[in-house]
């Protein structure tokens, strides 16, 4: 699903028809991100399937019935299920938040009746239940919810970002990985870039890369490499000790490398970046990508090479000891725009280097 290129109205159509399908969450769009962009920019959008579907009344599109009608059926159970979340009793609010995370989930008009009526505060504040299905059906109907943007904006406003982080540390798996997913969401817009950075979200990211599911794990690294796009988040990232860890993930068989390769392109541009990636023994990695990845891997892999060599002789030795040369000569001709560019300039740089002109 190329869904950036879809509205609104053509990613509810899509949910509309295909049942089983979870919510488009904003950031999950940005795995395709990882192919289809040339400045290391997310865009893409997938879909999560949903876990607990059956029990629950659907909400049918509104080209299927007279919208008035589907308005007033959606605003008459809204305002009912925010009475449940309002009251004290478990298995009420266990029930409602199970009946919002669908509603939220199915089409745009449920997101906009569940906003207007005062559900995002209600699901914040439920970020804390000490019931873990209340809680993972909160943080998931926030993700559904997040995909409107002005939705994304109101779920910010009401101070979602530390309870967010609360069950990222504390949650159940799916409950985590939902909350990582709602994070990257959010990070879409620049401005939550810097509030989610300065709030503490690296560390629980990157433990959930160590011990996440691998869906988990996955969200993890799209939120982190939305935040490492921002200069000041970069550091962060680093001293939470996540290169290792994204090195380790660029085994073929985790099926991660491409999200890992991104963000280790954005770590590569601070010099703590570029020592970790050294440690760790992260240039050999990256050499494999160059040779035997994805075509975005491949550019984003000489992307960080050539942040690598340029910026230092040594490393730019080591890199040139792992037979970096054959494999960029190959995509200086083949690669994408991107990656063509980058081989070309670490070839470049390379003659520079034994004719005498290196850097001092």
Known sequence: LFANRLSNKGLTAILDNCPHLESLDIR?????????????????????????????PRITSSSSMDAQGDLSAIENQVHKLIDDL???????????????????????????????????????????????????????ALLNLSISDNNRIAIVNADAVDPLIHVLE???????????????????IKENKVRVGRSGAVKPLV??????????????????????????NKGRIVQAD?????????????????????V?????????????????????????????????GKENAAAALLQLCTNSNRYCSLVLKEGAVPPLATLSQSGTPRAREKAQALISYFRSLRHGNSLS
């Open 264 to 296: 280790l392109a954005n770590l590569a541009m601070i010099p703590e970046g570029r020592t970790a990636i050294w440690e760790t023994r992260g240039i050999r990695a990256l050499v494999e990508v160059v040779e035997l990845g994805s075509p975005r």
């Open 207 to 232: 433990d959930l890369l160590v011990s996440g599911t691998p869906q988990g794990k996955k969200d993890a690294a799209i939120a982190l490499f939305y935040l490492s796009i921002l200069h000041e």
């Open 28 to 56: 999950h769009c940005f795995n395709v991100c990882m192919d289809n962009t040339l400045d290391v920019r997310m865009r893409g959008q997938f879909v999560r399937r949903q876990t607990s579907d059956r029990g629950f």
């Open 170 to 188: 504390t949650g159940n798996p799916e409950a985590k990985e939902n909350s990582a997913a709602t994070l990257s969401s959010l990070l879409v």
């Open 86 to 140: 309002r009251s004290d009793f478990i298995e009420g609010q266990r029930s409602a938040t199970s009946e919002i995370r669908l509603l939220a989930k199915h089409n745009m008009e449920s997101r906009i009746v569940l906003a207007n009526c005062g559900a995002i505060n209600l699901l914040v504040g439920l970020l804390h239940s000490p019931d873990a299905k209340i809680q993972e059906n909160a943080v998931t």
């Open 242 to 262: 996540a290169v290792k860890q994204l090195v380790k993930l660029m085994d073929p068989a985790l099926g991660m490398t491409d999200k890992a390769v991104a």
